[in-house]
C-alpha cells in the first residue's frame, strides 16, 4: 500500500448505498500522532483493476477517483470504492490493527413488487467484531455489487432483478484466493472470523421484485432481503 508516511494502518469497509453501494476503507493510524496533519496525498491506496479489457488485474486506480474516492475525516485515510460490477485488487500487506468493517450488496430491482434491500453486516473493533490483521494476506478482492436491473412493466416476468453481491476476500497464505462460492456455500452471506480464518466478507443482493400476474400470486426473488411479492386479481393494475 502506497503511503508517504511511515505508520501503521487498519481498514474500514463500508457501503453508503443501496442500489449503488459503495465500499469504503478507512486507514486508522495506530503509531505516534505525526508532526505534520495527515493529507489525502497521504492515503493513496494500491489498488488494481483491469481498465484496459486484457483480462489482467494490473491497472494502477488507486489513484483514479472514478474507482477510488480519498479523503481524511478526524485524522484517518478514507477510501471510498465507487465502482460496481468491477472486481479490484487491494494490496493489504501492511496492516497493523484490526479492520472495521460495513459491507453492504446491491438492492434488487422492482417490478409489481418491490425490491429487497441487499445484505448488510459490520463488524467494529469497539465491540471486538472486526477483522484481525493477521487474518489479511497480502492482497485483498474488493467487489462492489451493483443494484439489480428493474423491469420494464409491472407484469413484465420474471420480474425484477437481483442486487449484485458484494465481498472483500483476503489471499491465502499462497497467495490464491477462494472463490465467492467458497466463502459462502450456502448462499446466505458469510463473515469468515474466526482463529486461524482468512478474512473474508460476502453479503447477498437484494431480491428482484416479483412482477403482476391475473392469474396467480407470484413471489419476489430470495436475496440479502428477498423482493416484494404480488397478490392476482381479476384486473390489470391501472383499469
Known amino acids: 500500500m502506497r503511503n508517504s508516511k511511515t505508520r501503521p494502518t487498519i481498514a474500514r469497509l463500508a457501503a453508503i448505498a ?65 465502482k460496481p460490477s468491477v472486481e479490484m485488487v487491494w494490496n493489504s ?3 497493523a490493527t484490526d479492520v472495521d468493517f460495513l459491507v453492504i450488496a446491491g438492492g434488487g430491482g422492482a417490478a409489481f413488487g418491490g ?24 492482497s485483498t ?23 449484485e453481491d458484494s ?23 458469510e463473515v469468515r472470523n474466526g482463529a486461524g480464518d482468512v478474512a473474508a466478507v460476502l453479503m447477498k443482493g437484494g431480491g428482484g421484485g416479483a412482477f403482476y400476474s391475473q392469474s396467480q400470486n407470484t413471489a419476489g426473488r430470495d436475496g440479502g432481503s428477498g423482493g416484494g411479492g404480488a397478490a392476482h386479481s381479476f384486473k390489470t393494475p391501472g383499469k
Request: a negative charge; glycine letters at 16%.
Open 167 to 189: 465481498y472483500l476476500i483476503s489471499s491465502n497464505p499462497d497467495g490464491s484466493f477462494d472463490p465467492p462460492s467458497t466463502v459462502d456455500p450456502e448462499t446466505n452471506g
Open 115 to 138: 425490491g429487497g434491500g441487499g445484505g448488510a453486516t459490520e463488524g467494529l473493533r469497539s465491540k471486538a467484531t472486526a477483522l484481525s490483521a493477521e487474518s489479511f494476506g497480502s
Open 18 to 82: 443501496l442500489l449503488t453501494p459503495l465500499f469504503t476503507v478507512t486507514e486508522v493510524p495506530g503509531g505516534p500522532t505525526p508532526a505534520a496533519a495527515l493529507t489525502p496525498a497521504d492515503c493513496t491506496p494500491d489498488v488494481l483493476a483491469d481498465t484496459d479489457g486484457d483480462g489482467q488485474t494490473d491497472d494502477q486506480v488507486g489513484d483514479d477517483t472514478s474507482y477510488v474516492e480519498v479523503s481524511v475525516v478526524s485524522g484517518e485515510c478514507v477510501l471510498e470504492f465507487i
Open 93 to 95: 500487506s501492511n496492516l
Open 141 to 163: 478482492r474488493i467487489f462492489v455489487g451493483d443494484g439489480g436491473a428493474g423491469a420494464p412493466s409491472p407484469t413484465t416476468s420474471p420480474g425484477g432483478q437481483n442486487g
